[in-house]
């Protein structure tokens, strides 16, 4: 059991989150997020990862446990009445997650990185479809990948985008990442790659001039690239928590048995 004393809360500024912020104001002496262990986050997976970025961005992870007042709260804990929110936090389980850093280098030269914890995406600008080359550890993979986009996905974000774009769930743990085209029309049949976290991924943009391409890195979006390298950041591991039987880990499991 975690010994976490000083929480903050934290709460976005939708209406669910503000009335469940104001229902727990009482029931703990809340501290400042820079002065807390732990922080108990209120709001939907896109308020999590706004938190989670803003760590990342001050060089400060704390751990993090999410209630979820958004829509579906895949990172978040289901609010409990009744629940004491400290043995909530106190008894939950830690998960890590490394995330992803892209470097995006510009047509104009620039150079921008970003970290994503879902995923990092390549997305065609304009109706030309990208061209792309692919190489994983410095070797070409693939010389021209013809698409409307390609992502790379850690396993807390396999659910996210990922999934939509048909590819696979994979199980926290496991170091793994996928690599999934959107739409691919050269080579058509490529289903995408699983790649061990310790890989190196870079892309480099064909005909950038006709077919110009962004890359996103969760919400972070840069325009007109050349170049994008990324790679799992693992000395920047993120904890989140979770109430112990609902973790996760279970909720990816539960996703690739549903019909």
């Known amino acids: 059991m975690s010994t976490f004393t000083r929480l903050a809360l934290i709460a976005s500024d939708t209406e669910p989150a503000q009335a469940a912020a104001a229902a727990l104001a009482g029931e703990h002496e809340w501290c400042a997020p820079e002065d807390a262990d732990a922080l108990v986050v209120l709001g939907g997976d896109g308020f999590m990862l706004q938190t989670l970025h803003a760590m990342l961005d001050a060089g400060a992870m704390k751990p993090v446990f999410g209630l979820n007042l958004g829509t579906v709260g895949f990172l978040m804990n289901r ?19 490394s995330p992803l850093q892209m470097i995006a ?14 995923e990092v995406s390549l997305l065609r600008e304009t109706r030309q479809t990208a061209k792309l080359e692919l190489r994983v550890n410095g070797k070409v993979r693939m010389a021209e990948l013809a698409c409307d986009g390609v992502l790379l996905a850690t396993p807390a974000g396999s659910t996210a985008y990922n999934l939509s774009a048909n590819g696979p769930i994979l199980p ?3 170091r793994m990442l996928a690599l999934t ?13 699983i790649l061990p976290e310790s890989a190196s991924v870079s892309f480099r943009v064909l ?14 979006e840069v325009r007109d ?17 979770f ?3 609902s ?5 990816i499991f539960a996703e690739q048995f549903q019909v």
């Open 79 to 97: 609010t409990k009445p009744g629940k004491a929110i400290l043995e909530r936090v106190a008894r939950a389980r830690h998960i890590a997650v």
């Open 105 to 118: 280098t510009t047509t104009a030269g620039a150079q921008i990185s970003a970290y994503a914890i879902n």
């Open 225 to 241: 690239i050349a170049e994008v390298q990324i790679k799992a950041h693992s000395e920047l591991q993120l904890t989140l928590l």
């Open 181 to 193: 085209p959107i739409s691919p029309f050269r080579p058509r049949r490529w289903k995408g790659a």
């Open 247 to 251: 973790s996760l880990e279970e909720r």
């Open 243 to 245: 109430d112990r039987g």
């Open 207 to 220: 005909d950038p001039d006709k077919r110009p391409v962004a890359a996103v890195a969760d919400q972070k």
């Open 172 to 174: 926290l743990g496991s």
